[in-house]
């Protein structure tokens, strides 16, 4: 919702647009009648000199309209009139985008949202698995808003941190660690919160290009019941936050055993896969797919990740 002075600031632009249209453009329509520019020249050719009446009448008819600048004056007018509108049209558009971005942003500080805080010392895959499996086994075993969260997109933001800081978050209540200090894979979920209510240990942490060491193997725990497939180009964090997704939509369908079966085997097999491919695994019918609303990195809809039981890897 805008504030007060950006109403303001539109309505006053508002009527700056209503006065330079109707002031300027009246002067053009009064110059420009009747005939245009050329016929007001023609007539004023016949105004005798030695008639100081009919010679004053038309000189104020014509606003400043001098013999031979007719069309200058006319040209400076609409000159006037284009400038002053783009320049309202500018403040307007200023004033509008601002409104529009706090108001993104108010909104945006209330939505509920589960905070993954992952070893930047890590690797691209064995964090990828270890943030995912923090966020389901939080799920599962922690008290928290999930019902309403669950009800939504379930957002999650993932952030980097030093060793040391991912350690004292782990510390916070309701805190879940997979993985270990110094693990190639090493992440730690807590319980959906506002954006507003986000610990300051986890709101201070970089969120945006959280890309780590790439190389390393996808293979999991090969207890664990699900596997997953993650689309290949995006960045860790972005791929974490996919995978967790993935991996807890698919603990929210599948049965009491299998769900069972992942609390005490949460870490998943993870492999990166091009578009094309991800595209083929999601026809299965056992898949749970998921697919972006594209805010970052990626466009609306993309596919960005699929998890399937265990037993279906190798298809």
């Known amino acids: ?17 209503q006065a330079v249209h109707g002031g300027l453009a009246g002067d053009l329509v009064e110059v420009g009648t009747p005939g245009g520019p050329a016929a007001l020249t023609e007539r004023q050719h016949v105004v005798q000199p030695q008639d100081p009446v009919t010679a ?12 031979g600048q007719g069309d200058l004056f006319v040209w400076k007018t609409v000159v006037q009139i284009t400038v002053a509108s783009n320049i309202t049209t500018v403040i307007l558009w200023i004033t509008l985008t601002i409104a529009e971005v706090r108001g993104l942003d108010a909104d945006r500080e209330h939505v509920l949202v589960q905070p993954i805080v ?11 698995r270890a943030a995912a499996a923090a966020s389901v ?16 997109p379930f957002t999650k933001t993932v952030r980097r941190a030093k060793t040391a800081q ?3 978050i782990a510390s916070l209540p309701g805190s879940t660690t997979v993985g270990e200090p110094g693990a190639p894979g090493f992440a730690v ?27 390393d193997v996808p293979t999991g725990d090969p207890h664990c019941p699900v596997t997953l497939s993650v689309l290949d180009d995006l960045t860790t964090g972005k791929a974490a936050a996919q995978a967790a997704h993935a991996l807890m939509a ?11 079966a992942l609390s005490a085997h949460p870490v998943p097999t993870v492999s990166l896969t091009s578009c094309d491919l991800l595209e083929r695994i ?16 990626v466009a609306p809809d993309t596919l960005t990740a699929v998890a399937l039981p265990y037993r279906l890897w190798s298809v």
């Open 137 to 152: 086994v939080c799920q599962m075993t922690q008290p928290g808003q999930w019902e309403t969260w669950l009800s939504g």
């Open 56 to 67: 004053g009448s038309a000189s104020r008819s014509g606003r400043g309209y001098v013999r």
């Open 282 to 297: 999601a026809q299965h019918p056992e898949a749970v797919v998921i697919r972006d609303n594209g805010h970052t990195e």
């Open 1 to 17: 919702m805008p504030s007060l002075p950006q109403r303001f600031a539109v309505v006053v632009c508002g009527h700056v647009v």
């Open 189 to 215: 979920a807590l319980p959906p919160v506002r954006y507003v209510d986000l610990p300051r240990e986890i709101s201070r942490l970089q969120v945006s290009a959280t890309d780590l060491v790439r190389g």
């Open 250 to 260: 698919w603990a929210l369908q599948t049965d009491d055993a299998s769900r069972d």
């Open 166 to 168: 991912v350690l004292a």
């Open 118 to 128: 992952v070893d930047k010392a890590g690797t691209h895959v064995a964090t990828i």
